[in-house]
């Protein structure tokens, strides 16, 4: 079988780096600015090479230090600050979150087959959606079909109520789906049995398709520019999945 290897982009102290390693997956590089984090990292993980700003990293240096573009996954929970419900929300623009585009310069660089980035439910609402719009477009865009889906932590093993965006994205010649990555099976009976009391029309209807092992919306990039998306399709707790494919 032929060896998968990842970039961890926003690395922090490895908790892409470590699910990724869990699964087998050889992570190459991590890309960490914070000193106390590039500590953490080159302990728990020192076949890494580790590179400091995002900014000043290239693709030809990921390759380089091992990465495999045909067979590997560039992941990312690229910085929130300006995205945050909590924060003041200058979005895309903002100087943290607008590092997501440095991501864009980097799979323009290598070609990864696919990526996997992570952020907070406020990307969804920031800027009225259009934050969210810039980014599947800027990823559909450079020929990846993207999905994407909010997660919660608690049913997951983890004692902590926390609720990200996962938005996932294979090269549509790569014959890979990111259906098939998103459509984590909950199995677990108290994920589905809050998810349909808090949203029992919708997400009973979703979970449903869950079941079936069919996948529930599919969007186009005008879609999301337009905002003709439903509140009810982009604010479902847990369940909702969206393809979003190029317009023809």
């Excluded at 400091?52 to 990312?76: H, K, M, R, S, Y």
């Amino acid at each position: 079988m032929q060896r998968m290897t990842a970039v961890s982009l926003f690395a922090g102290i490895g908790g892409f780096d470590l699910a990724l390693q869990n699964n087998g997956i050889e992570v190459v590089a991590s890309v960490e600015i914070d000193k106390q984090a590039k500590k953490v990292l080159q302990k728990h993980f020192p076949t890494s090479q580790i590179f400091g700003d995002i900014q000043e990293v290239t693709g030809a240096q990921l390759i380089q230090a091992g990465f495999d573009p045909n067979n590997g996954i560039i992941t990312g929970g690229f910085p929130c600050q300006d995205l945050s419900v909590a924060g003041k929300r200058a979005g895309l623009a903002g100087q943290r979150s607008g590092l997501f585009w440095e991501i864009c310069r980097l799979l323009d660089e290598t070609r990864s087959q696919t990526f996997i980035l992570e952020n907070v439910p406020g990307l969804l609402s920031s800027n009225g959606g259009k934050d969210m719009a810039a980014v599947i477009e800027a990823l559909v865009e450079r020929g990846y079909r993207v999905g994407w889906r909010v997660l919660d932590a608690q049913y997951f093993g983890v004692p902590q109520r926390r609720r990200r965006v996962f938005v996932v994205g294979c090269l549509g010649d790569s014959g890979r789906s990111p259906e098939e990555i998103l459509a984590i099976a909950e199995g677990r009976a108290r994920y589905l049995e809050k998810s349909n009391a808090k949203r029992k029309d919708s997400a009973g209807a979703t979970s449903e398709r869950l079941r079936d092992g069919r996948i529930t919306d599919t969007l186009t990039v005008s879609d999301w520019t337009k905002s003709q998306t439903s509140n009810q399709a982009v604010n479902s707790n847990l369940l909702q999945v969206a393809n979003v494919v190029r317009q023809e």
